[in-house]
Nanobody
Framework: QVHLVESGGGSVQSGGSLTLSCVAS????????IGWFRQVPGKEREEVAV???????NYADSVRGRFTLSQDNARNTLYLQINSLKPEDTAMYYC????????????????????WGQGTQVTVSE
């Protein structure tokens, strides 16, 4: 089981930037799918950006061009650079990781993740 700890959230004005960090308890990059999700109370959790075991990152349409996922293998840390923040980006942001699954004839990231961090709150005001 991978232990994940997020940090970097905060309150910013619209148009501002933040960098979220996710420290993994062990080396995960290249061996699992890992990424960021967000959730607003009363709404479904949304996948924001996930990097698979081949190093390919998938971004949600709502964040593509504004959010950038990167990783520091030496520090077992995954980063999410968030630029041009909008009020609709307000949410609790979670880091999650899990092994790939074999489905429909190929390996892919799972629909559900078993390892989650505690979350870090991002609040964007007008």
């Amino acid at each position: 089981q991978v232990h994940l700890v997020e940090s970097g959230g905060g309150s910013v004005q619209s148009g501002g930037s933040l960098t979220l960090s996710c420290v993994a308890s062990e080396y995960t990059f290249g061996s699992v799918c890992i990424g960021w999700f967000r959730q607003v109370p009363g709404k479904e959790r949304e996948e924001v950006a996930v990097v698979d075991t081949w190093g390919i990152t998938n971004y949600a349409d709502s964040v593509r061009g504004r959010f950038t996922l990167s990783q520091d293998n030496a520090r077992n840390t995954l980063y999410l650079q968030i630029n041009s923040l909008k009020p609709e980006d307000t949410a609790m942001y979670y880091c999650a990781a899990d092994r790939t699954i074999y489905s429909n004839g190929r390996f892919q990231c799972p629909p559900d993740y078993r390892n989650w961090g505690q979350g870090t709150q991002v609040t964007v005001s007008e």
